[in-house]
């Protein structure tokens, strides 16, 4: 079975920094993009970061110079390295990855089951 696990979240103050980590459990064919995403109250979900498999990073422009996405290939693993924390950061942090379980199964979308940013003095 096929599951993203998250890891890394958690309250920080202002100015702050916290590393989150997405690990995949179980085995599949490819993995292509890897992304983050997060989910304030009240507001929709947000694409954050991006990573294609060949290393091209995209950022929402308001993370854009603070925070840091990269991959590991062979942990099937991606992180987001945030720093400069400010309170608009605090939401729910999803990670997402597009990926083929099977050589002859076509791109699913797979979800992280969310960890807590708090950014608080």
């Known amino acids: 079975q096929v599951q993203l696990v998250e890891s890394g979240g958690g309250l920080v103050q202002p100015g702050g920094s916290l590393r989150l980590s997405c690990a995949l459990s179980?085995?599949?064919?490819?993995?292509?993009?890897m992304g983050w995403y997060r989910r304030a109250p009240g507001k929709q979900r947000e694409l954050v970061a991006r990573?294609?498999?060949?290393?091209?990073?995209t950022y929402v422009d308001s993370v854009k110079g603070r925070f840091t996405i990269s991959r590991d290939n062979a942990k099937n693993s991606v992180y987001l390295q945030m720093n400069s924390l400010k309170p608009e950061d605090a939401a729910v942090y999803y990670c997402?990855?597009?990926?083929?379980?099977?050589?002859?199964?076509?791109?699913?979308?797979?979800w992280g089951q969310g960890t807590q940013v708090t950014v608080s003095s």
């Open positions: 997402k990855m597009d990926l083929q379980r099977r050589n002859d199964y076509g791109v699913e979308d797979y």
């Open positions: 990573i294609a498999r060949a290393g091209d990073t």
């Open positions: 179980g085995s599949v064919f490819s993995i292509l993009a």
